[in-house]
């Protein structure tokens, strides 16, 4: 296609770069779930709010191929001013010091990268709400639809739902079943940022669905309706009087006492129960009216994924119709469609609910062609379940097991032992640039709060001349075209004149003296603000620079591995050279730029502006004076007269320009001229 027999071979560097760009872009980047399309621009998705960021973009030309594949206008690509990790932009404060609820999980790289304890807090309530075990399905498709069964049953009873998804593309497809199944719902994602407000608003109440990445409500509680639990229970007690009535047995498993206590306050409404009769059925079953309960309490219940309590409830003694079990859930109940790689961020979304000590529900529902199940092996599993049983039972399975749950945390901690590991990593090398940014930065400052920069621009001098001399020791006319370059000066007699070291005090003398000299016919003051402008111009165009080239050189020492070299010292090596280089480039530039300074340019700018102030000042006078007589004139056709003004009179005044009237006839020409220069220079 590119008519080459060797890409690497027979391209350049930033063909070569391009093409890999092209290939990452178009396999790598899926739309909806790494980025989205809005409004004609690519906008990144953060992975872990799941909000866009419009001011952010993929740097080395990625973001370019992005828009190509995307066909939206390509954009210029942005130049990187300044870099840092957030580890080290974290360690520049003296203290540091954090309060979280999902820190637990991460506490080694608290440890290790930061140097702080995380330290876990007790809840001032117990905590209520349900955690329940992962169930496991064999695709997708089977997952979404046993997500759409669950919030029918619980949609009746009117339970509020937080359904969860991983990506924008995600949450659209789970919307799609939910409106093939005629369940109102709302979708929150980064294309509807705008509406999260009234979202959030209507969250918490009665009969809501809501389908969201991870940008659901974070940093904000969502407040359950007044009287919700009220209007479940009575829905429960509803909703079992009426399968009841079809004869069909009920079996109801309950999780906490709050909703126990619930229930039963209802129970006793819809069937005419008295205390006595709920402490009959703890004790022994109660038989009233073809009315047959049961209360069996968990007396080992040790974790909140443990039942409190099941109820059973029938209409006959006898009889064994239809047996319906069912979990009674209250509050909100959050149902995540597949687990995420690190188990801090399944916990924040767990927190949803149970914000203000209220009941709550939480559970995953997991695929086995899921991103987090495929990069851990479990396709493997998939296959082998495929050869095993029918297709029916597939879509039946549904596997419910604290193995399966323990073997996906597993999974987890695998994958984010790899992202500390790549952080680590990348913090390690940024160690390396980190040592050389504060130096660069603390000159920068310097420069900034108006320092005195004279000490250290003869330090550079100083530093320039013998680098120089060594650098040219044994090539005088490659030395003498380096110092006319940097200076515009000849000093081929000077070599022929004085040795290495004599030559080397006499250019450091000469140097210094021609700086002297320009800062006297400059000025001082004059010269500081020069001075502060061309380090500034310089430190900053080649501090970009370099950090380019030090960005490419971190993936070009990965291939070191291969030749079983230490990627990381190979770096440290290279970065040193560079820096040395960087310093040279910013020491020869700044004293080249001030070396060739022109003291005549600011006192021709002076000059000038006196003849541009003089020609104006002599045509304003002239349309003055024609303004003036044209006064004059019409003064003489009116036959009213004003009064006699002091002279200059202003007459308009708009958007900072005034027309002033002159007496002509009392007012000499220099007098003109100062009204003038006040009223322009006003």
């Not at 093939?180 to 979708?187: D, E, F, R, T």
Request: charged share 30%.
């Amino acid at each position: 296609m590119l008519w080459v027999e060797n890409l690497y071979r027979d391209l350049g560097y930033e063909e070569i770069h391009h093409i890999e760009n092209a290939i990452k872009a178009k396999a790598c980047y899926e739309r909806d779930k790494d980025y989205l399309v809005h409004n004609g621009e690519v906008l990144i998705i953060d992975e872990n709010t799941g909000r866009a960021m419009p001011w952010r973009r993929y740097s080395e030309g990625l973001h370019q191929s992005i828009e190509a594949k995307e066909q939206v206008e390509i954009q210029r690509e942005s130049e990187t001013v300044a870099t840092i990790t957030y580890q080290n932009f974290l360690k520049l404060y003296k203290k540091l010091s954090w309060m979280t609820g999902t820190a637990s999980t991460e506490w080694e790289e608290f440890e290790k990268i930061y140097g702080v304890w995380v330290i876990v807090i007790p809840t001032n309530k117990n905590i209520i709400r349900v955690d329940k075990q992962d169930k496991v399905f064999f695709d997708q498709n089977i997952k979404f639809n046993h997500v759409v069964d669950t919030v029918k049953f619980y949609h009746k009873i009117w339970l509020p739902f937080l359904l969860w998804t991983s990506s924008v593309y995600t949450s659209e497809i789970l919307s799609k079943y939910l409106q093939k199944a005629w369940l109102q719902h709302s979708v929150l994602n980064a294309k509807y940022h705008e509406m999260e407000a009234k979202i959030i608003l209507n969250a918490g109440k009665s009969w809501s669905i809501i389908v969201a990445t991870n940008m659901a409500w974070r940093w904000t509680d969502i407040k359950l309706e007044d009287w919700l639990f009220e209007k479940i229970s009575a829905n429960y007690a509803k909703w079992i009087k009426k399968e009841l009535a079809n004869d069909k047995w009920l079996s109801l498993v309950i999780y906490s006492k709050f909703e126990f206590n619930k229930i039963m306050e209802w129970l006793k409404n819809e069937f005419s129960l008295t205390d006595d009769d709920i402490i009959w059925a703890e004790k022994k079953e109660l038989i009233k009216d073809n009315f047959y309960m049961e209360i069996k309490f968990n007396k080992r219940k040790k974790t909140r994924g443990k039942a409190y309590c099941e109820i059973i409830i029938k209409t006959s003694k006898d009889q064994e119709p239809e047996l319906i079990e069912k979990n009674i859930h209250m509050g909100l109940y959050v149902l995540a469609s597949e687990k995420h790689e690190s188990r801090r961020i399944d916990n924040q979304l767990r927190w949803r609910s149970w914000r203000q000590w209220d009941p709550g529900i939480t559970q995953f529902y997991v695929a086995l062609d899921d991103g987090l199940m495929i990069k851990s092996w479990w396709l493997v599993t998939k296959t082998l379940a495929w050869k095993l049983y029918p297709k029916k039972e597939l879509e039946k399975m549904a596997i419910e097991n604290k193995m399966i749950t323990n073997s996906i945390e597993r999974a987890q901690r695998q994958m984010e032992a790899m992202s500390f590991s790549m952080r680590k990593n990348l913090f390690e090398y940024d160690n390396v640039l980190n040592k050389q940014r504060q130096f660069i930065y603390s000159l920068r400052d310097k420069l900034l709060e108006n320092e005195d920069m004279e000490e250290i621009i003869k330090q550079y001098i100083q530093d320039l001349v013998i680098n120089t001399i060594k650098k040219y020791s044994y090539d005088n006319e490659a030395l003498v075209n380096y110092l006319k370059e940097i200076s515009w000066i000849d000093f081929s007699e000077e070599l022929k004149k004085y040795r290495s070291k004599d030559l080397r005090d006499y250019l450091i003398l000469k140097f210094k003296e021609i700086y002297d000299e320009k800062k006297q016919q400059i000025g001082e003051d004059k010269m500081k603000e020069v001075q502060k402008y061309i380090m500034l111009e310089t430190l900053d165009k080649n501090w970009m620079k370099h950090i380019d080239e030090m960005m490419y050189l971190r993936d070009k020492v990965s291939m070191y591995g291969y030749a079983q070299i230490d990627p990381l010292l190979q770096y440290k090596k290279e970065a040193f050279e560079k820096y040395q280089i960087l310093m040279w480039s910013l020491k020869s530039q700044i004293v080249s730029e001030l070396l060739k300074l022109d003291p005549e340019q600011f006192s021709v700018k002076t000059e000038t502006l006196h003849i541009w102030w003089e020609n104006e000042t002599i045509d304003l006078i002239e349309k003055l004076k024609q303004a003036w007589e044209l006064a004059q004139w019409m003064e003489v056709k009116t036959s009213k007269k004003e009064p006699k003004q002091k002279w200059p009179k202003v007459i308009e005044k708009n958007n900072d320009f005034e027309v002033i009237e002159m007496d002509d006839g009392n007012a000499n020409n220099q007098e003109v001229d100062d009204i003038i220069k006040k009223m322009l220079w006003k």
